[in-house]
């Protein structure tokens, strides 16, 4: 069968037309923010049980055991992590051995050398005026019943002595990239937000950190906001997490979470440096059981979000995929 030159030219034309007009749909939905959701609406599971831990200012989920969450207090509360199923029952809580808590504002868990780790960040800083800040990195407590009794300890594995180039900064949201051997510290009182890296493995006694990028993308607060009792802070970062696969981190402020995607080849300045997606969370004055937000991660298969708070029996509100 013959085709007509004409009908040859025409029919290159169209398809040239249709791959650039899909190429600069791409192009658009890749360079403006992102308002779809990944979650569904927050709902409660469970309040935090453990007496002592009131003041929860970081939590993630174990590496090896299921239905476990480690959690910590923050200053004043002493250098214990706690251990709690989703529904915030206790299982008992560790003492770590030679830490001190001056402000533990960040707790990380990772897998390093087949090894289950938790990284607990003493960073936190309300008036910058800490020239050092201390990560330590203990060895995940196991336990065959189930729970841990009063009087179990864990050692220190390592820790990293660091402070930050030019200033002292506040800092509340932590994580552990184990792809690229780094730690992601993002600042609180920063407008806006510093993302900072160090060495998983320091090189010496004291490390001096590395700043990545400003996150400009995180919403300020709105007029209806600062009309709120504090609410001119509800733009600030106070809990950090990157999921099982390390393609998401999850950003979560006095107000909503903020989902930062990186792409497969892509790097973390990329991530930050775009529009993050908005997770929707109760506001503080709907919840007051959520009310002080300090503490997300993601579940161990990277599906869903728990996000908990300060304050006495603080509930857990879980996000999952709708």
């Given amino acids: 069968m013959k085709i007509h030159c004409n009908t040859v030219l025409w029919l290159t034309f169209l398809c040239s037309f249709f791959c650039m007009e899909t190429c600069l749909a791409d192009q658009i939905e890749t360079n403006t923010p992102n308002t779809r959701s990944l979650f569904g609406k927050a709902q409660l599971i469970g309040k935090i049980e453990d007496s002592r831990l009131v ?9 090896t055991a299921r239905n476990l969450f480690w959690a910590i207090n923050d200053s004043g509360n002493g250098p214990f992590i706690y251990a709690l199923r989703s529904d915030g029952s206790s299982m008992g809580r560790v003492q770590v051995i030679g830490a001190q808590n001056r402000d533990w504002e960040g707790l990380d868990t990772f897998i390093w050398k087949n090894r289950s780790m938790i990284l607990i960040a003493d960073f936190g800083d309300n008036k910058e005026k800490y020239a050092a800040h201390i990560l330590y990195i203990v060895e995940e407590p196991t336990s065959k019943d189930q729970g841990f009794a009063d009087g179990t300890v864990v050692e220190i594995a390592w820790q990293i002595e660091f402070s930050y180039p030019e200033r002292n900064h506040d800092a509340e949201g932590v994580a552990v990239d184990v792809e690229s051997e780094k730690v992601l510290i993002l600042t609180k009182r920063d407008k806006p937000p510093l993302l ?3 060495p998983l493995i320091p090189p010496n006694d004291h490390v001096i950190a590395k700043k990545i990028t400003a996150v400009q993308h995180i919403p300020a607060p709105t007029t209806e906001d600062r009309q709120r009792q504090y609410g001119k802070y509800r733009s600030q970062p106070t809990a950090l ?7 998401h981190a999850v950003v979560l402020t006095y107000k909503h979470a903020y989902l930062f995607t990186r792409q497969y080849s892509g790097s973390w300045l990329e991530a930050f440096s775009g529009h993050p997606i908005t997770i929707p969370l109760p506001l503080p004055e709907d919840r007051l059981d959520l009310r002080q937000r300090e503490a997300i991660c993601f579940t161990p298969d990277g599906k869903s979000l728990l996000v ?3 304050g ?11």
């Fill in 55 to 63: 003041e929860c200012s970081g939590m993630d989920a174990s590496s």
């Fill in 196 to 198: 900072f890296a160090l």
């Fill in 241 to 247: 997490d990157i999921s099982p696969d390390g393609r």
């Fill in 308 to 310: 908990t708070s300060e």
């Fill in 312 to 322: 006495s029996a603080a509930a857990i509100y879980v996000l999952s995929p709708p």
